[in-house]
């Protein structure tokens, strides 16, 4: 201990409330981007860049949080994105609801201990509720669900007509790259096969679906033309001679014998493109340069060469044509042609140039079809809080199309789980029975905050709403445990007949991640600061 300088120690109730008001000023500050009817932020950094946005991932993401418990939050909210790819917001905002009545109660003398325990069966509660009463499932989706899945998902996002283009754009998107697994009738979609290009400029009703991927800023560096079909060799290495490590050089006093030693190290090269030409190569992308010579026998032969590429575009490039990335010269035998299987294939490549910019589109890939979604609009800000948008609408329909579960969105599924706790906590006697009763209310923080945002009155509208789904515990309203709300008419109805919908995982994981966060803050009872000599 004797390189410490200090020790503080903050215990118990102390640690405790800090931790809860922590999180609560996190959710507070992320609680009017939730919904149709939200606000955006306006978040300036350091270096002065402005991001303009009311998506919960992108505010998290940016903000510089220094406290441990709300650090515990936000990187368990991540989670979501990264599983799900939407309701951020909504796991922060229950979690922080859940720490919120858990302090309450242990201000009534209930233990840490017996909370965590009423949560976790409520957690099991709901989860279950949703799976077997809940869902609506189909062996396949249709087109209507999952149109409705991506208009729920953007509706808090972009507004009107654009709401019904860019969710026609996403769910083609998706089906785009939609592969079924063999020897079964499941589906997987392959959105990492899918590209974003933005260019500002014009509006967004320009935007549409490529079928094709798209290369952008990507100089073709000999004249572009038509080629039909395409066979595309991906290469991770220069194509040009190596440079001498630093501090070695090639000393002759002879300028023959430097040419010859220039000659041969260019002969290499062209022996190895002659070897990729061999195999039907006549596209060839490459993440590095191009030497003049090599470029001018490429021109020679009629061959298409594209350089400085991103590696992560080359990728998908590859995972599209099937090609193989080879990353030198040794991953193939000097003495033989480059193996025709490990070249890509599409049905044509050709080059296209919108607003300055020069665009190369690979259409008919062999493999998968690889949509591009070409974004336009006036600010760069526009367009990328656009792709993210919609990025978030694609996880939500590619976790439509593989679960084949929706449930109804606009607090339909809170609501009911709420009632259907307060039943269960009050057919049981354990010392988990208020612990159980107040997740349930907790849960009902989604559809209030809703509310609030759309400026109604709250109480109104949720005791209309808790009555229906009390009745729809009897087989006679059995239909009412999917009625929600409707903030664009401003009404109780039946999501599901009216396309309000989202997937089930969403839920269920927005419900276990919110509820595991909770617990992890609330079995904190200690916070040590050890402060090392400098």
């Given at each position: 201990?004797?390189?410490?300088?200090?020790?503080?120690?903050?215990?118990?109730?102390?640690?405790r409330?800090?931790?809860?008001?922590?999180?609560s000023?996190?959710?507070?500050?992320?609680?009017?981007?939730l919904g149709?009817?939200?606000?955006?932020?306006m978040?300036?950094?350091?270096?002065?860049?402005?991001?303009?946005?009311?998506d919960?991932?992108?505010?998290?993401?940016?903000?510089?949080v220094?406290?441990?418990?709300?650090?515990?939050?936000?990187?368990?909210?991540?989670?979501?994105?990264?599983?799900?790819?939407?309701?951020?917001?909504?796991?922060?905002?229950?979690?922080?609801?859940?720490?919120?009545?858990?302090?309450?109660?242990?201000?009534?003398?209930?233990?840490?201990?017996?909370?965590?325990?009423?949560?976790?069966?409520?957690?099991?509660?709901?989860?279950?509720?949703i799976?077997?009463?809940?869902?609506?499932?189909?062996s396949?989706?249709?087109?209507?669900?999952?149109?409705?899945?991506?208009?729920?998902?953007?509706?808090?996002?972009i507004?009107?007509?654009?709401?019904?283009?860019?969710?026609?754009?996403?769910?083609?998107?998706?089906?785009?790259?939609?592969?079924?697994?063999?020897?079964?009738?499941?589906?997987?979609?392959?959105?990492?096969?899918i590209?974003?290009?933005?260019?500002?400029?014009?509006?967004?009703?320009?935007?549409?679906?490529?079928?094709?991927?798209?290369?952008?800023?990507?100089?073709?560096?000999?004249?572009?033309?038509?080629?039909?079909?395409?066979?595309?060799?991906?290469?991770?290495?220069?194509?040009?001679?190596?440079?001498?490590?630093?501090?070695?050089?090639?000393?002759?006093?002879?300028?023959?014998?430097?040419?010859?030693?220039?000659?041969?190290?260019?002969?290499?090269?062209?022996?190895q493109?002659?070897?990729?030409?061999?195999?039907?190569?006549?596209?060839?992308?490459?993440?590095?340069?191009?030497?003049?010579?090599?470029?001018?026998?490429l021109?020679?032969?009629?061959?298409?060469?594209?350089?400085?590429?991103?590696?992560?575009?080359?990728?998908?490039?590859?995972?599209?044509?099937g090609?193989?990335?080879?990353n030198?010269?040794?991953?193939?035998?000097?003495?033989?042609?480059?193996?025709?299987?490990?070249?890509?294939?599409?049905?044509?490549?050709?080059?296209?140039?919108?607003?300055?910019?020069?665009?190369?589109?690979?259409?008919?890939?062999?493999?998968?079809?690889?949509?591009?979604?070409?974004?336009?609009?006036?600010?760069?800000?526009?367009?990328?809080?656009?792709?993210?948008?919609?990025?978030?609408s694609?996880?939500?329909?590619?976790?439509?199309?593989?679960?084949?579960k929706?449930?109804?969105?606009?607090?339909?599924?809170?609501?009911?789980?709420?009632?259907?706790?307060?039943?269960?906590?009050?057919?049981?006697?354990?010392?988990?029975?208020?612990?159980?009763?107040?997740?349930?209310?907790?849960?009902?923080?989604?559809?209030?905050?809703?509310?609030?945002?759309?400026?109604?009155?709250?109480?109104?509208?949720?005791?209309?709403?808790?009555?229906?789904?009390?009745?729809?515990?009897?087989?006679?309203?059995?239909?009412?445990?999917?009625?929600?709300?409707?903030?664009?008419?401003?009404?109780?109805?039946?999501?599901?007949?009216?396309?309000?919908?989202?997937?089930?995982?969403?839920?269920?994981?927005?419900?276990?991640?919110?509820?595991?966060?909770?617990?992890?803050?609330?079995?904190?009872?200690?916070?040590?600061?050890?402060k090392?000599?400098?």
């Open positions: 201990m004797s390189n410490v300088e200090s020790i503080k120690k903050f215990t118990g109730k102390e640690i409330n800090q931790n809860i008001k922590e999180c000023l996190v959710s507070d500050l992320i609680k009017t981007s149709p009817t939200s606000f955006d932020k978040i300036v950094d350091e270096i002065g860049d402005i991001t303009i946005t009311n919960g991932a992108n505010i998290l993401k940016r903000m510089d220094s406290h441990p418990a709300a650090k515990i939050l936000v990187n368990l909210s991540k989670q979501q994105e990264e599983e799900v790819g939407d309701g951020t917001t909504s796991v922060v905002i229950i979690a922080a609801e859940l720490l919120k009545r858990a302090n309450d109660m242990m201000e009534k003398k209930i233990h840490p201990s017996t909370i965590i325990s009423g949560f976790r069966l409520g957690m099991c509660h709901s989860c279950s509720l799976r077997e009463k809940l869902t609506l499932s189909s396949h989706m249709d087109l209507k669900s999952l149109l409705n899945a991506a208009k729920t998902s953007l509706s808090s996002k507004s009107g007509v654009n709401a019904k283009k860019f969710s026609l754009i996403a769910l083609q998107a998706v089906k785009s790259v939609q592969v079924q697994e063999k020897n079964s009738q499941k589906f997987r979609c392959q959105i990492k096969a590209n974003f290009i933005k260019i500002p400029g014009n509006s967004l009703n320009k935007s549409k679906l490529v079928d094709g991927y798209i290369l952008a800023n990507s100089k073709a560096s000999v004249m572009m033309t038509r080629v039909s079909p395409a066979r595309i060799v991906c290469l991770n290495f220069d194509l040009r001679r190596p440079k001498m490590p630093l501090g070695m050089q090639v000393e002759n006093q002879n300028a023959k014998e430097i040419e010859k030693i220039i000659k041969k190290e260019v002969d290499l090269i062209k022996n493109v002659k070897n990729i030409l061999q195999a039907g190569a006549n596209v060839i992308i490459t993440t590095r340069g191009l030497d003049e010579s090599i470029l001018k026998f021109v020679k032969n009629g061959i298409v060469a594209i350089r400085r590429v991103s590696f992560d575009d080359l990728k998908r490039i590859a995972m599209a044509t090609s193989k990335i080879q030198t010269f040794s991953s193939f035998n000097l003495q033989k042609n480059l193996d025709p299987l490990l070249l890509g294939e599409s049905e044509e490549v050709f080059s296209q140039e919108i607003s300055s910019y020069e665009i190369i589109i690979f259409r008919g890939c062999r493999f998968c079809h690889a949509g591009t979604i070409f974004l336009r609009g006036g600010t760069e800000y526009l367009l990328e809080e656009l792709s993210q948008s919609l990025l978030d694609i996880s939500i329909l590619k976790r439509a199309i593989e679960g084949n929706l449930v109804a969105g606009g607090g339909s599924v809170e609501t009911a789980l709420c009632v259907s706790l307060q039943n269960l906590s009050n057919s049981i006697f354990s010392r988990e029975q208020l612990p159980i009763l107040e997740f349930g209310e907790a849960l009902m923080i989604l559809p209030k905050t809703l509310i609030r945002n759309a400026g109604l009155d709250d109480n109104e509208i949720l005791t209309k709403l808790r009555i229906l789904h009390t009745a729809s515990f009897t087989k006679k309203f059995l239909g009412y445990q999917y009625f929600g709300l409707d903030l664009s008419t401003q009404k109780i109805q039946n999501n599901f007949l009216q396309g309000i919908v989202e997937p089930v995982i969403n839920k269920i994981k927005c419900i276990q991640i919110a509820t595991e966060a909770a617990i992890t803050i609330l079995r904190i009872d200690d916070l040590i600061n050890i090392k000599k400098t």
